[in-house]
C-alpha cells in the first residue's frame, strides 16, 4: 500500500526540461463513463474492526512525526492519509458503539465483535508462509476497511 500511495508523488516531483511539443490531433468525444458502484455498507462488526484498525493507524502518524520528517515529502502525504485513516476509524468507531447501545451492547462487546472480525479474516490459507499471509490479510482488511481497491 505503502508504494501504491508512494508513486504519484513520486512521479509528480519528477521534473522534466520543457520542449516545444507540436500540438496533439484532438481526440474525438469519448462516452459518458458510468459512476461507481456505491460502497458497501460495513456491518457493525466491520465497523467496530475497521475503526479500530485505522485508528490506530492515524494515531501512530500524530504520535511518530519523527518517523516521516526524515523522509522527504513523500513521507508527508502518506502520514496525511495515515492522519485521514485516524479519523474515518474515529468516525466508524463511534457508529459502531451507537448502533451497539441500541441494540444494548456495552462497549466492550462491540469492541470484541470488531476484533472478532478482523480475526476471523486473518486466518492462514494452506500453503502460504507467515509473511504472505500477513500481507493477504492485511490488503483485503485495508480495501474492505477503506473503500480503496488496489490491484
Known amino acids: 500500500m505503502v508504494a501504491f500511495l508512494t508513486v504519484g508523488s513520486a512521479q509528480a516531483s519528477t521534473t522534466q526540461t520543457a520542449k516545444p511539443k507540436a500540438s496533439a490531433p484532438v481526440a474525438p468525444p469519448r462516452a459518458p463513463v458510468a459512476p461507481a458502484a456505491p460502497a458497501q455498507t460495513l456491518s457493525n462488526e466491520e465497523k467496530a474492526g475497521c475503526g479500530a484498525v485505522l485508528m ?3 494515531q501512530v502518524s500524530t504520535s511518530y512525526p519523527q518517523l516521516f520528517a526524515k523522509q ?3 513521507a508527508r502525504g502518506i502520514q496525511f492519509v495515515l492522519e ?3 479519523a474515518k476509524g474515529r468516525m466508524m468507531m463511534d457508529e459502531a458503539f451507537e448502533d451497539g447501545a441500541q441494540r444494548g451492547l456495552k462497549p ?3 469492541y470484541e465483535e470488531g476484533l ?3 480475526f476471523e479474516n486473518a486466518q492462514p490459507v494452506a500453503g502460504e508462509t507467515a509473511e504472505q499471509g500477513g500481507r493477504r490479510a ?3 482488511l485495508m480495501q474492505r ?7
Open 108 to 110: 466492550s462487546k462491540v
Open 116 to 118: 472478532s472480525f478482523l
Open 56 to 58: 490506530i493507524l492515524g
Open 145 to 151: 476497511c477503506t473503500g480503496i481497491q488496489m490491484d
Open 72 to 74: 522527504g515529502q513523500d
Open 84 to 86: 485521514a485513516f485516524g
Open 138 to 140: 492485511a490488503m483485503a
